[in-house]
């Protein structure tokens, strides 16, 4: 059982740990109202006018066409949804909407939406495009030799036809540092026609003819077969 002064220090702790909660989440969510505000005004201010024009005669207004409505966005939650806004950019793009004999976006709303949708809607920041230095790796021995045994089932010896690969902290395959020398090259050429000759036919396969007479799927307590 707790004692009276155990019971008051974690009084005081838990007091503390809602203060500082409070003091550090207020911020936040002011910061993620302004957010969503922006947001949503960009959109109705770019975007609603250009999808009122071309769009809400099958999806807005009352209309659902595909179960798809376009001006049911009165909250930010609505509004970034991924995967809706990439069937609208790619059916954009590809010209199938508007559908045929309905007026077209011009370039210049075009522009506006394909920007809205990329920068608010996936979130893709137009200040952060490089995403950094990017390691092409290869396989390590054992990788490849699990792969040409899964793929064709050819058991290539891949301790005995290739070096060791170099290694980091303990481990073999960390793309860094498996590097490629051109001995390495040499030895995947040597191995490709070995696995190729072994798992691939070279003769075309000539299928065995067989005939079934008839009488092997005859059945006489079948009521259908006594016919």
């Not at 009352?62 to 069937?87: C, H, K, M």
């Not at 394909?114 to 021995?141: C, E, M, Y």
């Not at 064709?152 to 010896?157: E, G, R």
């Not at 003769?203 to 005859?218: D, G, H, N, S, Y």
Request: charged share 25%.
């Amino acid at each position: 059982m707790l004692s009276r002064r155990q019971i008051i220090e974690w009084a005081i702790c838990l007091s503390v740990a809602l203060v500082l909660y409070s003091i550090t989440a207020r911020p936040m969510h002011a910061a993620e109202r302004e957010l969503d505000t922006e947001l949503v005004r960009r959109f109705q201010q770019q975007v609603a006018p250009i999808l009122e024009r071309h769009c809400f005669a099958c999806h807005g207004d009352g209309a659902n066409e595909g179960q798809i409505a376009l001006d049911d966005f009165a909250a930010i939650d609505s509004t970034l949804r991924p995967l809706l806004w990439s069937r609208v950019l790619k059916n954009v793009r590809a010209g199938i909407m508007p559908p045929a004999g309905e007026e077209r976006l011009s370039p210049e709303e075009l522009d506006t939406l394909q920007t809205w949708i990329k920068r608010d809607a996936f979130g893709i920041k137009p200040d952060q495009s490089d995403p950094g230095h990017v390691t092409l790796r290869r396989l390590n021995r054992q990788e490849y030799h699990y792969t040409i045994l899964d793929l064709l089932d050819y058991d290539y010896d891949t301790q005995v036809h290739f070096p060791p690969d170099d290694s980091g902290h303990g481990f073999d395959n960390i793309g860094s540092l498996l590097n490629t020398p051109p001995m390495l090259v040499e030895k995947y050429l040597r191995a490709a026609n070995e696995i190729v000759r072994a798992a691939v036919p070279s003769e075309t396969r000539v299928v065995r003819e067989q005939t079934l007479p008839a009488e092997r799927f005859f059945d006489p307590e079948r009521p259908t077969d006594r016919i």
